[in-house]
Structure formats: C-alpha cells, structure tokens
C-alpha cells in the first residue's frame, strides 16, 4: 500500500522560511517523480514544484520564482519543499504527489497522493 505522508506545515510570517517534508512508503521510491502541488480555498490545485527520479528539478517559476527549491533522498525515500521569503499568497495546502516516470506538470497525471499539509503565511 503507497502511502505519501506530508508534514511539517504551520504558521510562518512574510518573509519567513519553511521546510514542508514528505514520507514515502510501498513504491519503489527512485522510480517516482515527486511532485509538489497546493490548493487554496476556492482555487485549483496548482503545480509548484518536481523532482525527478535521477534529482532534476523544475518549479512553477510564476507562482514561487526561486523562492522555492524541491529536493529528495532516495536512501530515505523523502522529498523536501523548502520555502524562503514567504508570501501571504503562498497560504494553501501543500500536497505530494508521486508519478512514475518522468516529471509532469499536471495535477491528473499523479499516480499517488498525500492527504497535505497546511501552510499559513501572516501578513
């Protein structure tokens, strides 16, 4: 059974900093790309952040610009948003998401999700 477990979310204010983490379990973790999406009240679940099974990565460069970098460890079966300069606009749910096979930008492609953590900026 796949599992993608998120944690670390809170409350943090502009400006701030936050690692957002995500546990893998019941794949075979280095054949996924892992995928980072949110979702804000009332809006669509939006693309942020991926990283390839061979540690390519890409990012909604509109949305978080180089605010924002993903990372993983295969040895661990994790994956890492880390978050600088948060804005209030980056309030939202932040979930994984794994796919195997390369890196997609699109929210239907994922083959799994986690349940999401939320993340809160204060102005």
């Known amino acids: 059974q796949v599992q993608l477990v998120e944690s670390g979310g809170g409350l943090v204010q502009a400006g701030g900093s936050l690692r957002v983490s995500c546990a893998a379990s019941?794949?075979?973790?280095?054949?996924?790309?892992m995928e980072w999406f949110r979702q804000a009240p009332g809006k669509e679940r939006e693309f942020i952040a991926a990283?390839?099974?061979?540690?390519?990565?890409?990012v909604n460069w509109d949305s978080v610009k180089d605010r924002f970098t993903v990372s993983r460890d295969n040895a661990k079966n994790m994956v890492y948003l880390q978050m600088n300069d948060l804005k209030p606009e980056d309030t939202a749910t932040y979930y994984c998401?794994?796919?195997?096979?390369?890196?997609?930008?699109?929210?239907?492609?994922?083959?799994?999700w986690g349940k999401g953590t939320q993340v809160t900026v204060s102005s």
């Open positions: 998401a794994a796919r195997r096979g390369p890196m997609i930008e699109w929210v239907h492609s994922m083959d799994y």
């Open positions: 019941g794949l075979i973790f280095n054949l996924y790309a």
């Open positions: 990283v390839g099974s061979s540690g390519g990565t890409t």
